[in-house]
């Protein structure tokens, strides 16, 4: 008998059947098993929340950042310099952050 092909709840019954005195034990991994699925659901919802939360920081940074660049009593050329660096780091750091997160779900 191969039990690979089959679905949760077929082994679940499977294994209550075998076990006809008490499958509480089963029922319990049964319910682990959906809790376990629905917390990975709720922290997928607040991964989603929590990146948008930071892009939000991120362009409220970049603006802040531009205030703050056009503030400084330097020629415009400076100024442009200055902010592309500026946003250049900010975007080197953001870029290797999403390269580490990639590279350890693999």
Known sequence: MDYK???DEELVYEAGRARSI?????EMMRRLKNAIQDLDKNTKNYSGKLIDLTILLFFAALIQVFISVI???ETWFNKILIFGIVVYAIYYIVRRITEERKNNKK
Not at 22 to 26: Q, R
């Open 71 to 73: 503030a400084i009593p």
């Open 22 to 26: 008490d499958s509480a034990s089963v």
């Open 5 to 7: 092909d089959k679905t």
